[in-house]
């Protein structure tokens, strides 16, 4: 995947800019999801990551912010409970 050494912008829910890492991608209910890291943290014991919606439209890749709770919560749910999640 090219995107996996490139630099990703995103815009928090508080509306702050961070520049991200990919750190995983995940699938769930036929759905893809980024796990994204800020730059330079990937490589820390505990980063703090990051879930977005992973789409492809052509040539064009999108990380799309999850809106809805219900969702999120189970993603989140789905990324804690893998097994190179665990400690």
């Known amino acids: 995947m090219a ?3 490139e630099i990703i912008e995103v ?3 508080e509306g702050a800019t961070l520049n991200c890492e990919l750190f995983d991608m ?3 209910n036929n759905r893809y ?3 994204l890291v800020e730059e330079g943290h990937a490589e820390d014991d505990e980063p ?3 879930i977005y919606r ?3 439209i052509g040539d064009d890749v999108y990380f799309e912010q999850i809106s809805n709770a219900a ?3 189970e ?3 789905y990324v804690e409970n893998l097994p190179s999640m665990e400690e």
């Open 75 to 77: 993603v989140s749910q």
């Open 3 to 5: 995107i996996k050494d």
């Open 11 to 13: 815009t928090t829910n």
């Open 54 to 56: 992973y789409r492809e």
């Open 48 to 50: 703090e990551l990051m």
């Open 71 to 73: 969702e999120f919560n």
């Open 33 to 35: 999801y980024a796990l």
């Open 26 to 28: 995940v699938e769930y």
